[in-house]
């Protein structure tokens, strides 16, 4: 569900995982179901770097559920960053006219 956009700066949203949608593997299963760890939100926001290049952040934010959050918030931080550092790659790659 789309929470704030502003044409062509910045889009927000709330995230809510479809179970149905979630490969069979072990890791996605527990990560993405539900268990200990949630999405809940993520943003896009653009900004003008020049006239050919724009500075493009996303920030996301999760929640845990696990007994152990002082430990977990580490492993939640890598796994957050590996998926933004995986998806803004290829974004990326997609504008630079690769696939």
């Not at 993405?32 to 999405?39: A, T, V």
């Not at 152990?68 to 995986?86: A, M, T, V």
């Not at 998806?87 to 630079?96: E, F, S, T, W, Y």
Request: charged share 25%; with cysteine; hydrophobic share 35%.
């Amino acid at each position: 569900m789309v929470t704030e956009y502003d044409t062509n700066k910045k889009i927000s949203f709330a995230i809510k995982v479809n179970p149905s949608t979630v490969r069979s593997e072990i890791f996605d299963q527990h990560v993405l179901n539900g268990n200990y760890f949630n999405f809940v939100n993520a943003s896009y926001e653009l900004e003008p770097i020049n006239d050919k290049q724009v500075k493009l952040t996303l920030t996301s934010g999760y929640r845990l559920t696990s007994k152990i959050n002082f430990y977990s918030h580490i492993w939640g931080d890598l796994i957050l960053e590996d998926f933004q550092d995986r998806l803004l790659a290829v974004i990326k790659m997609r504008c630079d006219g690769k696939k």
